[in-house]
């Protein structure tokens, strides 16, 4: 099953993914809010520059296991075929 939708918007599948659990147990309540906001979207803009990409790599998680995950998920080609 493809956890993406196009080559704009993701699966916000994908996230959960690349959490590093301990990383989360340890963040703030206000982020931990923030960050199940974003995946009960069910899908996510993960295009360069969007706001919901730099509140994951930059607030919810600016550093550590989670964010290198996140940054190599932003940095492959998603799946799937282009979009026309």
Do not use: Q
């Not at 493809?2 to 916000?12: G, L, Q």
């Not at 995946?39 to 730099?54: L, N």
Request: include cysteine; aromatic fraction near 10%; charged fraction near 20%.
């Amino acid at each position: 099953m493809s956890t993406t939708i196009s080559w704009k918007y993701w699966n916000t599948a994908r996230i959960i993914e690349c959490l590093d659990f301990t990383e989360y147990l340890s963040l703030s309540s206000n982020n931990k809010d923030l960050l199940k906001a974003i995946i009960s979207a069910g899908t996510f803009d993960a295009r360069p520059g969007s706001e919901i990409r730099e509140l994951l790599t930059d607030v919810i998680f600016p550093s550590g296991t989670t964010h290198d995950n996140l940054v190599i998920l932003f940095t492959a080609p998603p799946e799937g075929p282009p979009e026309e």
